[in-house]
């Protein structure tokens, strides 16, 4: 299985990602530079890290989303590649517009770095499979620009069609709804703000991540 990490000029959790991946697969990933216009063939998953691309100078992953690289990753995920966006990748997928809504600010305008609670709010889809629907877990965030946001009728949609995968089990950022992570139409791109992949280990305070990667990876073995 070939899986691929996309990095940008600010990426910070490339590596955290990339060590996520291999502990489940076995294999590195590729590590895909933002300026290359290609994905190396047959990658069978993308990741998108969290961090400040571009030192999120514009506004989060905007700047992210028109790199040459995601002209590829926009192909792939028509094509039905699975891609997972954490953090500043949720907000490139936003951008990109392979997800609907945008992130903003915090609620308080305060950055967030902490273990939250998420409840499993769909767990039918590639990424949630070994969850139970309601079950609670937990997973670490850290993020200033995590606010989810779209306009009641795309609310609606999402949350009518199973969309909407992970929300938050008490206030964390002020997202509509305590949006948490959300699902394309397809169900192959997921975008989220915790990061799963700080949760792979118990040495570092849990493993609700891990079955995440084992989920999504282990349907494509």
């Given at each position: ?126 990424f949630t ?27 609606d949609r ?14 964390v950022n ?48």
């Amino acid at each position: 299985m070939k899986t691929a990490v996309i990095v940008f000029p600010g990426s910070n959790c490339d590596r955290d990602m990339a060590v996520a991946l291999e502990t489940v697969t076995g294999r590195a990933p590729a590590m895909v530079w933002h300026r290359d216009s290609a994905l190396p063939g047959g990658t069978d998953f993308i990741a998108l890290p969290g961090g400040f691309s571009y030192g999120d100078y514009l506004r989060s992953g905007a700047m992210a989303a028109r790199s040459p690289i995601l002209r590829a990753v926009v192909e792939a995920a028509g094509r039905g590649v699975p891609v997972l966006g954490v953090c500043n990748g949720f907000q490139v997928l936003a951008e990109a517009q392979l997800l609907p809504g945008a992130l903003m600010r915090n609620a308080g305008l305060n950055f967030v770095c902490r273990t939250v609670p998420l409840t499993v709010e769909n767990s039918q889809s590639l990424f949630t499979a070994s969850y139970a629907k309601g079950e609670t877990i937990r997973i670490p965030v850290a993020h200033h620009d995590g606010n989810y946001f779209a306009d009641s009728a795309t609310l609606d949609r999402i949350e009518g069609e199973g969309r909407v995968a992970f929300r938050y089990a008490e206030p964390v950022n002020g997202s509509a709804r305590d949006i948490a992570g959300v699902l394309n139409d397809a169900g192959n791109v997921l975008g989220m703000m915790p990061h799963p992949e700080r949760a792979i280990d118990p040495a570092h305070g849990g493993t609700d991540g891990l079955r995440l990667f084992e989920a999504a990876l282990g349907a494509l073995a």
